[in-house]
């Protein structure tokens, strides 16, 4: 009941966060040939490493080359990045403040099932609704490529959307511990939103970029990874780990919050 009572609040959302991507990845891909000749402007106008070296993999004398760095920083980049992150936060935000907000959380504590079964109910759905589009409309870079005379490998992009939604995963579950702490929405939003503004600041100083969580999912990941020289098992070792323990960490911190929650 709760999992379909949280479906039905979020579903709406969940299809216009998936058309947003993709109506953001079909003319990235589609203008790629009228695009590629001006990103080597862009390249000498910038002056931050982390733009150059974009550019230069974008401008590499490699079709095939330039064409999967492009998709790295369209597809994870600059889509996922934005559009996955902020529909975590805004998913998020309401998952139990909106309850408390609405008088509705004692009703649902009422029921006959513990608290940190009304958080899992919850949580898998949002989740679900966060990582099924970014496979789905990554997937759909493929037959798109097709378009415009060139390819890009399965599973790689498959990689790169298995890292990515681990990513998003991490701002969805520091969310949602924000959503059992505060006790409205607006609280909610503005915490994370600050958390995310500085860690937006943090990577775009070159001397402490590496001090922003955003590192972890820069182009030097995504390029690699659609590069076709990344190994799943290599990834989740070096990186994917300490995301994995971020959700895990949070996400028990929001548990525990939740059965200590005095309504």
Sequence with gaps: MIAQKTWREVRLMAFVYMAVLQLMLTPAVLLWPELKDGIAILGRAVPMQMIRDMVQAMTDRNPEVAYRAYMAVQIFFKGVNV?????????????????RENHTLEFLLARPVGRSHLLWSKCWVV????????????????????????????????????????????????????????RTQVHVAFLVGVFVIVQVGLLFLPAIHVASVFHLSDFQIYGPILAGNVRLERLMQSHGIWLLLAIAGLYVGADRALRRLEL
């Excluded at 559009?83 to 975590?88: C, E, K, L, P």
């Excluded at 496979?135 to 097709?146: G, K, R, V």
């Design 83 to 99: 559009v996955g992150i902020a529909s975590a936060i805004l998913l998020g935000t309401g998952l139990i403040s909106r309850e």
């Design 127 to 182: 989740a679900l609704c966060l990582v099924i589009p970014i496979f789905l409309t990554t997937w759909t870079a493929i037959p798109l490529s097709w378009c415009i005379q060139l390819d890009l490998p399965f599973w790689p992009l498959t990689i790169g959307c298995i890292y990515s939604s681990l990513f998003v995963l991490t701002f969805f579950t520091l969310t949602v511990l924000a959503s059992v702490v505060c």
